[in-house]
Nanobody, 121 residues
Framework: QLQLVESGGGLVQAGESLRLSCADS????????MGWLRQAPGKERELVAA???????TYADSVKGRSAISRDNSKNMLFLQMNDLKPEVSAMYYC???????????????WGQGTQVTVSS
């Protein structure tokens, strides 16, 4: 079974940076897509950044140039560096992994409990 645990969120001021981390304490024979999704109250869940099963990276247009996804496969860790944070990115951020290679199917995979990111103006 997979167990994904996110960390690194918090309350920050606009313009500051955060690095979110995701630790996988479970075991998996193979992993497809993996990445980060977010959801704010009253808004739909949104894919932020993710690796496809082939290793290609996709970013949401809203975060392109401000966020960077990375991973350490040897440690089963996934990261999201977020710079120049703005209040509109405040949301619960979730780490997710999927047996499917397509990033579009990531929401159907395994989710962590999330880490809250709150940016004050």
């Amino acid at each position: 079974q997979l167990q994904l645990v996110e960390s690194g969120g918090g309350l920050v001021q606009a313009g500051e940076s955060l690095r979110l981390s995701c630790a996988d304490s479970g075991s998996s024979a193979s992993i497809g897509a993996m990445g980060w999704l977010r959801q704010a109250p009253g808004k739909e869940r949104e894919l932020v950044a993710a690796y496809s099963g082939a290793g290609t990276i996709t970013y949401a247009d809203s975060v392109k140039g401000r966020s960077a996804i990375s991973r350490d496969n040897s440690k089963n860790m996934l990261f999201l560096q977020m710079n120049d944070l703005k209040p509109e990115v405040s949301a619960m951020y979730y780490c997710a992994k999927s047996p499917y290679w397509s990033v579009n199917l990531l929401p159907r995979g395994y989710w962590g409990q999330g880490t809250q990111v709150t940016v004050s103006s």
